[in-house]
């Protein structure tokens, strides 16, 4: 079965700065998919980047990049120009390849919490 | 106009009672699921359809009942709510390559 562990309970940043959160997973696949969500307190989750497996580049959304390293198993995600509305739970997730056959669950960390500093 | 719904967004009740949680989603995906995030904020995968049919059952309790009337439905019926229970429950829609989630029910059973 699929692990997924993020090693910092709660993490906090200067407004404008950089921060990179950690996470590490552990799957005998060769082809997933691997997310970033972010919960606000309004609890809604929202999706903040995705990055398939068999990809080589390292996915980037605006202010929000990966760090991953496939044989690591790590899959870090970067905030740069952190600002206030940043603020939240982060959810590193592992989803297994799409089937069509339903079977594709998430499988979250444990979440860090992000706390952005004015 | 909202991807994935759920109704209520709040449920309070007592222990003993029935409760159901609704979910819609207007995405034309096949597959929808339950998860249940607890008091830790620890998400967790409760169940799985595609397509009206059952698909995962990650050892849930007997009182947990997922029903998918048709594919863009997927309820969830408890029965004999224990304190146990309160937690937030998400549903969730999937595309090829992402999941859409609800905003979440936050049950407390008291």
């Known amino acids: 079965a699929q692990t997924v562990t993020q090693s910092q309970p709660e993490m906090s940043v200067q407004e404008a700065e950089t921060v990179t959160l950690s996470c590490t997973y552990d799957t005998s696949e060769s082809d997933y998919y691997l997310f970033w969500y972010k919960q606000p307190p309004s609890r809604q989750m929202i999706l903040v980047i995705r990055q398939e497996a068999y990809k080589q580049q390292n996915a980037t959304e605006n202010r929000f990049s990966v760090n991953f390293q496939k044989a690591a198993k790590s899959f870090s995600l970067k905030i740069s120009d952190s600002q206030l509305g940043d603020a939240a739970m982060y959810f590193c997730a592992y989803r297994s390849p799409y089937t069509q056959g339903g079977s594709e669950k998430l499988v979250f960390g444990k979440g860090t919490k992000l706390t952005v500093n004015p | 106009d909202t991807a994935v719904s759920q109704t209520p967004k709040y449920l309070v009740t007592q222990m003993g009672n029935d409760k159901s949680i609704k979910c819609e989603q207007n995405l034309g995906h096949d597959t929808m699921y339950w998860y249940k995030q607890d008091s830790k904020k620890f998400l967790k995968i409760m169940f799985s359809y595609n397509n009206k049919e059952l698909i995962i059952n990650e050892t849930v309790p007997n009182r947990f009942s997922p029903k998918s009337p048709d594919k863009a439905h997927l309820n969830l019926h408890i029965n004999s709510l224990e304190l146990g229970d309160s937690a937030v429950y998400f549903c969730?829609?999937?595309?090829?390559?992402?999941?859409?989630f609800g905003p979440g029910t936050r049950l407390t059973v008291t």
């Open positions: 969730a829609s999937s595309g090829r390559y992402e999941q859409y």
